[in-house]
């Protein structure tokens, strides 16, 4: 019996051996002519704001929209895989999950054995946050960091960063470290604009998309040395590495690379007025645009107000609006969305078809959280759903499920649970579907369109 066994034993392992040096062989024989033979280009990359993140439905990242434009170039169809971790893009592209990393890892001695680095190679380094209002002293040396407190995020870059410039200064910064679990580098940053905390890390290109969002802060302070980093391919995929290589070279300067440079990290994502339920109001009527809300409201059988609130949070009720994502029209309707309600890309700016189109959603949307019976809080899952899209929502109602929050309950609830999907203990769940995701602006986009509509039907 135990001869037997031991055969068995020495029989799998050759047969494990002689796999594993199959697989080798056929990854040495692998690279660009073979891609193109599959139409398909198998990516890894991170989920997050700067590489890739579903919003509203489609697919956003300032990588991944360079990665987009590459392989449709080369009549490329992409198979996006994101993972956790720098390490696991490493490890699996080395084991062939994927063709390519495509997002910004550090350039090392150490991964040029194995890799490739190729795409743009970009020089990024840490730099200190803080806020910029009026009045505010900032720091524009890192000594002047001795006695300053300093929160980031736990077991991070950040955090050893800050401990060895420590080291250099002879102590004196006060270092505070958050759990992982619990917040995000850009939930450090938020805070920093806000004046919870007064200055937290972060890399300058993380920093400078963030500056978007929030324009008090500040990002001048450089707190390390430069770090080169690109994408990367295994060594054994020159052919790959040169095509990626040639065609940023050739694309670097075209006004469409520069769209995208723009849209990540220079045009502003904040809502450009101050808060007000009753702003927007005439003598008399809401906006030019109240019988097409009456009349298309019916439909849905909402109260035509909500529709109007609505249409004031997306473009203060100006027909040609669009959003840095792309979002169109007086319902700030996404290009793909306007098409699949029936409505053109030439109708989109269009008044009755533009709500005709926002109203087919809506009903779409409020069929899809049906069992939710509570119509105010139904309500309250469409507007979520209607600006984030629905996938994001359903990842929150897994995660209030998972952690004993009401999945019916918007308030306290699911709310509570879209708020972790920028944190990674969460969006890396294997119950979420849709990865990354920035809650700030739903959750407010919620509230404000809820305070808006009440304030509507008091008048």
């Known amino acids: ?68 434009d590459f392989a449709e170039s080369q009549n490329l169809a992409l198979n996006i895989q994101t993972v956790s971790n720098e390490n696991k893009l490493t490890e699996r592209l080395l084991n062939g999950t994927g063709d390519l990393i495509a997002c910004n890892i550090p350039i090392t001695n150490e991964g040029k054995k194995t890799l490739l680095y190729t795409g743009r190679e970009v020089i990024n380094h840490q730099v200190l946050v803080q806020r910029a209002n009026k009045g505010d002293t900032l720091m524009h040396d890192v000594t002047e960091l001795i006695g300053k ?68 802060i500040n990002i001048k302070l450089e707190v390390s040395h ?7 391919v295994r060594h054994t995929e020159p052919l790959l590495a040169a095509a990626l290589h040639d065609w940023f070279a050739a694309n670097a300067n075209t006004p469409r690379y520069q769209a995208i440079v723009k849209r990540y990290f220079e045009r502003s994502k904040l809502i ?80 009755e078809p533009n709500i005709l189109a926002a109203t087919r959603f809506i009903k779409r949307l409020d069929k899809s959280f049906s069992s939710i019976q509570n119509e105010e809080q139904r309500i309250k899952f469409i507007l979520a759903a209607y600006n984030a899209g629905s996938s994001h929502i359903r990842d929150a109602i897994a995660l209030a499920k998972k952690y004993g929050k009401d999945p019916k309950i918007w308030d306290g609830n699911v709310e509570e649970a879209l708020s972790w999907k920028n944190i990674p203990q969460f969006y890396n769940d294997s119950i979420v579907k849709s990865g990354y995701f920035r809650p700030t602006e739903t959750l ?7 305070d808006r509509w009440h304030a509507y039907e008091k008048l």
């Open 149 to 216: 407190s300093i929160w980031v995020v736990k077991d991070s870059k950040y955090e050893r960063r800050l401990k060895n410039l420590n080291e250099e200064l002879g102590g004196g910064i006060a270092i505070h470290a958050i759990d992982a679990d619990s917040i995000s580098t850009e939930d450090l940053i938020e805070m920093v604009s806000k004046g919870q905390i007064p200055y937290t890390v972060s890399d300058a290109d993380l920093a400078k998309l963030n500056k978007t969002y929030f324009n008090n």
């Open 272 to 351: 450009t007025y101050e808060y007000n339920p009753t702003s927007g109001i005439r003598k008399g009527y809401i906006s030019p645009y109240d019988s097409a809300f009456q009349k298309y409201a019916k439909d849905i059988h909402w109260d035509w107000r909500l529709l109007a609130a609505i249409a004031y949070q997306e473009s203060h009720f100006h027909t040609n609006a669009e959003s840095w994502a792309g979002a169109t029209g007086l319902m700030g309707l996404m290009p793909r969305t306007a098409k699949a309600m029936g409505i053109s890309q030439e109708q989109i700016q269009e008044v």
């Open 444 to 450: 407010n986009y919620v509230r404000e369109v809820v």
């Open 1 to 68: 019996m135990r001869k037997r066994i031991k055969c068995l034993i020495i029989l799998l392992l050759a047969i494990l051996w002689t796999t594993a040096c199959s697989k080798k062989e056929a990854l040495e024989d692998w690279d660009y002519p073979q891609i193109q033979q599959r139409d398909t280009l198998n990516v890894l990359t991170l989920s997050g704001s700067m590489s890739y993140f579903i919003y509203r439905g489609e697919p956003r990242g300032y990588e991944y929209e360079l990665l987009s």
């Open 226 to 232: 430069p770090q080169r980093a690109s994408w990367a």
